[in-house]
T-cell receptor
């Protein structure tokens, strides 16, 4: 019940396309859902986060869509760029508890 | 966003020696810090959670005598890998949470430990 399932494992997108990464959770007590971006040899960087009281949050080219009834949330990267090539992790937490991470998605954006 | 600095970024040590990794929150007070280990092409594995001034809480399967964590101040936590062995070689990452009521966690840049 503590797991966060992330898909796909890897994703190849052409420059300018839309990248979509999906996550699903079981624990309905989770109330914070962040997405992290990690480049090789670096620590993860907080990209965008959402709470369950809203269904969508947009920051620049990055959008989180949240479906509370389906217990799913997704990251959409619009107009994907080669510089977006990285590994993306979704996560979830309840209150001040530890973050539960998804397994990661390796995104490659080709010019 | 808040800045978390981790040092060193890379370290090579001999088998049997100890290595200390520092994690500092530069522009905020971190009541809670986390230490993770990450294997190549895998997700982050939480090792322990530390709160300022108290003992760290270790995840199941993590040897507390091997991975010593100290969180002596609101801006500094250290992870010491004692008697390191080649199997301890990994990427170690810290993160800090800003305030007890704030759930955002910010990560350091990671430390690549190689034990030879």
């Amino acid at each position: 019940q503590q797991q966060v399932k992330q898909s796909p494992q890897s994703l190849i997108v052409q420059k300018g396309g839309i990248s979509i990464i999906n996550c699903a959770y079981e624990n309905t007590a989770f109330d914070y859902f962040p997405w992290y971006q990690q480049f090789p040899g670096k620590g993860p960087a907080l990209l965008i986060a959402i709470r369950p009281d809203v269904s969508e949050k947009k920051e620049g080219r990055f959008t989180i869509s949240f479906n509370k009834s389906a217990k799913q949330f997704s990251l959409h990267i619009m107009d994907s760029q080669p510089g977006d090539s990285a590994t993306y992790f979704c996560a979830a937490s309840k209150g001040n508890d530890k973050l539960i991470f998804g397994t990661g998605t390796r995104l490659q954006v080709f010019p | 966003g808040a800045v978390v600095s981790q040092h060193p970024s890379r370290v090579i040590c001999k088998s049997g020696t100890s290595v200390k990794i520092e994690c500092r929150s530069l522009d905020f007070q971190a009541t809670t810090m986390f230490w993770y280990r990450q294997f190549p092409k895998q997700s982050l594995m939480l090792m322990a959670t530390s709160n300022e001034g108290s003992k760290a809480t270790y995840e199941q399967g993590v040897e507390k005598d091997k991975f010593l964590i100290n969180h002596a101040s609101l801006t500094l936590s250290t992870l010491t890998v004692t008697s390191a062995h080649p199997e301890d070689s990994s990427f170690y990452i810290c993160s800090a949470r800003r305030g007890a009521l704030n759930t955002e966690a910010f990560f350091g840049q990671g430390t690549r430990l190689t034990v030879v």
